[in-house]
DNA sequence: CTGAAAGCGCTTACAG
DNA sequence: CTGAAAGCGCTTACAG
């Protein structure tokens, strides 16, 4: 391994100059820099970010958690996604990604522990969207900088990088009003999740304001699962008075739901239209392809990679606290006018 | 930041000692132990990474870069499994992924050779079908710890983990020929990969053992996207004697075959059966449900973690150089026997 | 414009 | 069983 004395030995200089040639440092000559330079190429020299690190208190790393399969399934659709921003993203200004994870709640606390009390990391970003995450708590009283993808209903003075999931699902509805459907049901998620909840309530806010009914048995609540999707249909569908439209928490709970109303006979859009959410790839695929809102995981890592740097480098930016990505209704097959018969 | 010398202070020894409860090593008197362990958590010392990494020159970290969207495109579909296998082991084994990217080949290999030079990694994990890959050249004349998910055609003496893909590919073609087919044809991928060639020669294979003919016109080479698979069909099933059945290289393009088969009028698997490869996700969900190769792409990464971090550990592990992680054949429904008219 | 010295927070022979 | 000292490879006042 050759280090900064190697270099500076061969150049006849002291190390202190060739540190400073390296961090490009105020008035060292044109000739010894471009010396130095020369050696450094010559020698193969690569500063040893250890030490570096050691003494400047930086890393040039970010930290993340991977999301544990169990807990956050609907999350893992979009880790390519997201991660791809991030680093795109981190890469360009400098910095690298350090993943970890946790087998449980406590291990994932642990793990991130390590990283800041350890000086892995310069921030963390933060994949979640549990009610009273005790990583959110450390990460808030510790001071130390991280942004949250995702809401938290705890803290309101944190980093986040969001959806606007009210008006999200308020646009999707909206979308099947304009066709002309006026009995709209709605495929939710977990009830105890936020985004279930902003969901709801972006669905109830459409209708509200166009004056359409609203029944209770239009409203199935299940998880992020494709099951969920397609066990809600012989109810849904076998009611007196059946939605002509269903709004779908998500594009995995839209497949399940798809399968099952072709299973009870019933056409996609002909029969019954759906609008879901997230865009993930496969639905570009389902026949008929879904009419879907795209959140924009990408840009969400992007964003979030972007307010994460930021507020590393200026101490305390005067950033907003919440970004709102915007998200896009993408219209393919699965939304159609109804037929009044 | 609490450091090693105020928890010295505090207990009234030396530094040393404190470095040795930490590290469990030898013979420090029980009593001391437990008591420098009390004031750790008291003080809540967690040792500085990169001053331990400074000394011991170890990071207990892999590195691994984010494949290029052009470049390796089927890789991102298993991305996130991928990754969730390596960082299981990985974390188990109380080591963390480093994440970089680069926009282009040379910065590709920048990014490696910060990581490694800048002694921020302990192994590289290398996700990469390319020929000719210099990050690979690079770091098997470095001699730095690493390991290939893949193969490389230009060294042997590399450890990597991989799928048997001849024989995955003969496995496929066999299920065919089980039920009965006597016509058929591949869907291949882009002809300069291993990959392709690989399965083209299990398919080949498994036709010359049966004694099937093997004809030129039922072999199409493409992309690995939906669009190849797709635009593939017209010009197959218009042959005077079409195929009755079909080996596609990978999920996302059989479901373009599947696309392109229901459009132009043909029933799987009742007309024409379908067996793929990697039993992404969304094989699940199409229909018919695909019946295709699982290669483990979790394991796939388990294992790479495994005999990565062994190789480290171990100065020349005895280890194999290339191991295969087992497939196995998933059916499902779009191979079925064939109807004899 | 450049160097000598101290220090970042650890580990590890060496000595006792 | 424990401590003093040197050192890992850098950076950065301080001095000139």
Redesign the pocket.
């Known amino acids: 391994?050759v280090?900064?004395?190697d270099v500076a030995k061969r150049a006849g200089?002291?190390?202190?100059?060739v540190?400073?040639v390296?961090?490009g440092s105020t008035?060292?000559?044109p000739a010894?820099t471009s010396r130095i330079k020369l050696i450094m190429e010559e020698l193969g020299y690569h500063?040893?970010m250890m030490?570096?690190s050691?003494?400047?208190k930086t890393t040039r790393t970010l930290g993340i958690i991977l999301p544990r399969p169990a807990e956050e399934m609907f999350l893992n659709l979009f880790f390519s996604e997201f991660i791809r921003g991030i680093v795109s993203h981190a890469s360009r200004a400098g910095y690298d990604l350090l993943m970890t994870s946790g087998a449980t709640e406590r291990e994932e606390v642990e793990a991130i522990t390590r990283m800041v009390k350890g000086r892995r990391v310069d921030g963390i970003l933060l994949l979640s969207s549990r009610r009273n995450d005790p990583v959110i708590r450390f990460l808030h009283d510790d001071r130390f900088p991280f942004v949250l993808i995702g809401r938290s209903p705890e803290f309101d003075d944190i980093l986040s990088v969001d959806t606007n999931n009210v008006q999200a699902a308020y646009d999707a509805t909206k979308h099947l009003i304009a066709q002309g459907h006026e009995r709209i049901g709605f495929v939710s998620g977990p009830p105890h999740l936020v985004i279930s909840q902003d969901r709801m309530e972006g669905y109830q806010q459409a209708l509200k304001e166009a004056g359409l009914p609203m029944k209770h048995q239009w409203t199935v609540e299940g998880e992020f699962l494709q099951e969920s999707g397609y066990r809600a249909m012989s109810m849904i569908m076998s009611l007196p008075e059946p939605p002509t439209a269903l709004v779908v928490i998500d594009d995995v709970v839209a497949i399940g739901v798809l399968r099952g109303l072709t299973e009870i006979g019933f056409k996609v859009p002909e029969d019954i239209s759906l609008v879901s959410f997230n865009n993930i790839a496969m639905t570009q695929l389902t026949s008929p392809p879904l009419t879907t809102i795209d959140i924009g995981i990408y840009q969400l890592g992007y964003t979030a990679s972007q307010t994460l740097i930021a507020s590393i480098q200026d101490e305390e930016g005067s950033a907003r606290n919440r970004i709102l990505i915007p998200h896009r209704l993408v219209v393919r097959e699965s939304a159609g006018r109804i037929l009044k018969s």
């Open positions: 391994m280090t900064i004395k200089v002291s190390p202190s100059t540190s400073r390296i961090s008035r060292i000559s010894t500063p040893n030490a570096k050691l003494v400047s």
